[in-house]
């Protein structure tokens, strides 16, 4: 009683606009102050809420968020535990409980977590403990949040809320190893059909945990009944392959992921599959034949073979990931996002009819369907307006693009397509009416005015005002000297406009400024390498910029390059022949092609500078080789 005789004391102290206000006004005063710490709580609070899919329509589901007290009783004796729980709480208990609340408030919390936590051990309610989990999350306590979660378990041991707060709490304090009981509980306490989901938690919140060595550890520990049945196992192991993924155990998620799949091959659960998606690359040679193999199979899901396109569609493997979209259509030609992304990669081909028809009838499929959300409908209806215009312009019908521009009506989207309005006009001549429609959009702020910035630039780089753009560039630095986007920028439209020696001084200062910056030292250097001068700095330079990032297909171009004007063919022909098949881009065509016909290969050069020409038509650096070695393709 001491305890509580201090908080009255200290609250009588300082309330004086409470005088005169009795039992019942205090509470509704301290109510309509204290906010429960609900947003510290989110961030743990997920694996309660998301563990437990959702409840048949027959019963209403049950969550902490939504219910005070989780494991109150249903049936014949609810009454009776209501009954209990009410006159559990006393007057005393009840004044306790709002002078926790009130000292929360004055900036106590320490007094308030000891209050309500003292009225949760006395009254063993689910709600009570939760607040003061609440109150110590906070206060960024996590052995106070320990301390109440396991007072929780202790008072209430069928309590699986009170196990799960333990359990994230654990994670979050990286006491990874105390957890495994604590998991394999859960796992039993929870039905087998229910299993798979909270797998997925499981994975989600121990990829965040600070050992991730450990944790995929721990996870594989406590999943050791699930892996050995063949219902669960590839959901099994896809949790432990993404936590493994996590701690960039690259190796060991994908052996999770063939272990996964292998373990029943004829099951559909394809979370193996989609875990091999994420490692499909040069580095993860496993992965993709994973992939593949589960692809051959009929009833394939939709969402895995979408997945793949899109991997193979950022490779810039395009003519693959058609082939697998036009797979889609065929299979469910009502699901209109392969539609889209089909006309999108038709639209980067140059095929204009086939690109036409296809987003025609995506636009027909979004507007016809009836069950689809308002957002998602304008959202998907945007991005096919876009295309079009986008081939519209291809066609040099400006008029016909900005049709299709007038149809879009999204406000998120409004600056973009002003943008790209104002594109229009400049490629028509209209250069000064481009600029002022740029200028005239709103800018609340320093983003929005950077925004428009780089959106005025770009469409001056896009119609070959290169010396506007410069211009623009050089005016801001003037207020920002030290700016490295605005130095790198200025440096590429110096290169543009044939200043070479102030394009080196540039990035010279910019590698002074920021030596860690790899692009600046690529640039120097394949601009040097280029002009066939000081080839010995030049390779220098892209090896620097190499060693900065060593998986950038287009640094490894560069090196390629260098070695091909050092008449390295052999070197040369290596590298740019895996840069190619890591990224089959037709800048780096252009230059392995060139490789190759001076290698005595001309049918090969051939036969990659024309598909690179039909995925890319209008490159300069393809169009330059081919006409500097007066090759007609």
Known sequence: MRRLTRAVSKFKRSQDDAKGLDYYDLMIL???????????????AALSAQAQPPAPASAPAKSPATLP???????????????????AMTAELFYEVLLGEINIRNGDPSEGFSLILDSARRTHDPALFQ????????????????????????????????????????????????????????????????????????????????????????VEQALVDEIRDPANAGQAWAAIGRVRLAGDDTSGAIEAAIKGH????????????????????????LAEPLVKRYLERPGVRPAVRMGYARVL??????????????????????????????GGLQVRAHQDEAAEQTLRHFIELVTAQKDIDESRRTRALTQGYMLLAQLAEHRKDYAGAD?????????????????????????????????????????????????????????LREVGQYQAAYDMIAQARASAPANPDLLYDQAMMAEKLGRFDEMERLLLQLIELKPDEPQAYNALGYSLADRNIRLTQARELIRKAAALAPNDPFIADSLGWVEYRLGNLGEAARILEQTYKRRPDPEIAAHLGEVMWFNNQREQALAIWRKARQADPGNEVLQETLKRLQVKL
Not at 202 to 213: E, N, V
Not at 267 to 275: G, K, T
């Open 30 to 44: 301290s109510l309509s102050r204290c906010r429960p710490a609900l947003a510290a709580l989110a961030a743990l």
């Open 69 to 87: 007290a989780t494991e109150a009783k249903t049936g014949p004796g609810a009454k009776a535990n209501k009954t209990k729980k009410a006159s």
């Open 131 to 218: 607040r003061a989990v609440e109150i110590a999350l906070m206060s960024r306590s996590g052995d106070a949040a320990l301390a109440a979660s396991r007072a929780w378990k202790e008072a209430l041991p069928d309590s699986r809320d009170a196990r799960r707060f333990e359990l994230q709490i654990l994670v979050a304090l990286g006491r990874i190893e105390e957890t495994t009981p604590l998991l394999r509980a859960e796992l039993a306490a929870t039905p087998k059909l229910e299993r798979p989901a909270l797998m997925e938690v499981i994975a989600r919140h121990y990829s965040h945990a600070p050992d991730k060595k450990k944790a995929a550890t721990v």
């Open 262 to 285: 292998d373990a029943n091959p004829e099951a559909e659960a394809e979370a193996p599959i989609l875990l091999a998606l994420e490692l499909v690359g040069p580095n993860q040679p």
């Open 313 to 342: 569609a950022e490779a810039s493997r395009y003519d693959e990931a058609a082939i697998q979209l036009k797979a889609m259509t065929e299979e469910n030609p009502q699901q209109f996002e392969p539609w889209l992304l089909l």
């Open 403 to 459: 049709a299709w521009l007038a149809r879009i009506d999204n406000s998120e989207d409004s600056f973009q397509v002003q943008v790209r309005r104002a594109t229009l006009l400049a490629r028509q001549g209209q250069i000064e009416q481009a600029r002022q429609m740029v200028h005239a959009l709103p800018a609340l702020d320093a983003d929005g005015k950077r925004e428009k910035f780089q959106a005025e630039v770009q469409l």
